[in-house]
């Protein structure tokens, strides 16, 4: 089955900086690719996804990047601030079938 | 629109009782799939459902099985818990497919 596996599993920052969280699969069949964030005591949430016929795709100060050669891609945040802390999941779908395979996650903590 | 609601919010129970969780999706997703998050290991994918179909199972023993109804809520069951099955298990919903999920609160179990 898909294996997926996301670095760092923990990750601080300074405020203002940028943080860059990184998941490979093995799937190549996978064809979507979205990040989910999930705040201390509260559900996930989607912030951004990508389709593997793109690239790079940005929201704001959040932006995911694809290698589709390599089998990885990036969740990129700029100027964080202390609002962004919180676990981040990748996950992608698992080829022939309706199913999302996530990875562990990274604690994400923004130092004000 | 209201959004996914889980019932109940927590659960105690103890070795070898059963257990029903229930999943109210976004009004007009028809897609409803579970996870169980443990700390650590991130979401682990349990079963989907579409049009009262289960579409896709993950790897888990057959005490844990399903169901979703024509008014798409769902039902999760846990039969002859076991303490490792203590966790916080999550449903979500969408459109038709696995894009673009919204998770409920979950509910959190624990099996003493």
């Known amino acids: 089955g898909e294996n997926v596996e996301q670095h760092p599993s923990t990750l601080s920052v300074q405020e203002g900086d940028s943080a860059v969280i990184k998941c490979t699969y093995s799937d190549s069949a996978s064809n979507y690719f979205p990040w989910y964030k999930q705040e201390l005591g509260k559900r996930p949430q989607l912030i951004i996804d990508?389709?593997?016929?793109?690239g790079e795709k940005k929201d704001q100060r959040i932006a995911v990047t694809l290698n589709k050669t390599a089998k990885h891609f990036s969740l990129h945040i700029t100027e964080t601030q202390p609002e962004d802390s919180a676990v981040y999941f990748c996950a992608v779908s698992q080829g022939g079938s309706e199913k999302l395979v996530f990875g562990k996650g990274t604690k994400l903590t923004v130092n004000p | 629109k209201a959004g996914v609601t889980q019932t109940p919010r927590y659960l105690i129970k103890t070795r070898g009782q059963q257990v029903t969780l229930s999943c109210s999706p976004i009004?007009?997703?028809?897609?409803v799939s579970w996870y169980q998050q443990t700390p650590g290991q991130g979401l682990q994918f349990l079963f989907e459902y579409f049009s009262e179909t289960q579409r896709n199972k993950g790897n888990f023993p057959g005490r844990f099985s399903g169901r979703q109804f024509s008014n798409s809520r769902s039902e999760m069951n846990v039969s002859t818990l076991e303490l490792g099955d203590s966790a916080l298990y999550l449903c979500?919903?969408?459109?038709?497919?696995?894009?673009?999920?919204?998770f409920g609160s979950g509910t959190q179990l624990s099996v003493l």
């Open positions: 990508i389709r593997s016929n793109v």
């Open positions: 979500a919903s969408s459109l038709e497919t696995y894009e673009k999920l919204f």
């Open positions: 009004s007009g997703h028809r897609s």
